[in-house]
């Protein structure tokens, strides 16, 4: 079992900042990709950021490409959003995944609200 913990949301003004981590327990996150998906009211959760295992390869959704940057660090267990430039459509709950051989782990999600 692996449990996911997200921190680092907050409310924010338009062109503002936020880091977003994820702590991971129970398992090492080291081996497997991980990533960040986001759930705006009324929408359906959706594809943000993900990270390999090594860093090596990295992927992002169009509307955050060139404002976001996802790392990891093996070491520590833990992933991170850096956010920058925030815009009100960013504003939604942040979950953090990992992707492992026998299902995929979902942390409880972090609200992330950008003021315009």
């Known amino acids: 079992q692996m449990q996911l913990v997200e921190s680092g949301g907050g409310l924010v003004q338009a062109g503002g900042s936020l880091r977003l981590s994820c702590a991971a327990s129970?398992?090492?996150?080291?081996?497997?990709?991980m990533g960040w998906f986001r759930q705006a009211p009324g929408k359906e959760r959706e594809f943000v950021a993900t990270i390999n295992w090594s860093g090596s390869r990295i992927t992002y959704a169009d509307s955050v490409k060139g404002r976001f940057t996802i790392s990891r660090d093996n070491a520590k267990n833990t992933v991170s959003l850096e956010m920058n430039s925030l815009k009100s459509e960013d504003t939604a709950i942040y979950y953090c995944?990992?992707?492992?051989?026998?299902?995929?782990?979902w942390g409880q999600g972090t609200q992330v609200t950008v003021s315009s």
């Open positions: 129970g398992r090492t996150l080291s081996g497997y990709t």
């Open positions: 995944n990992a992707r492992l051989p026998d299902r995929d782990y």
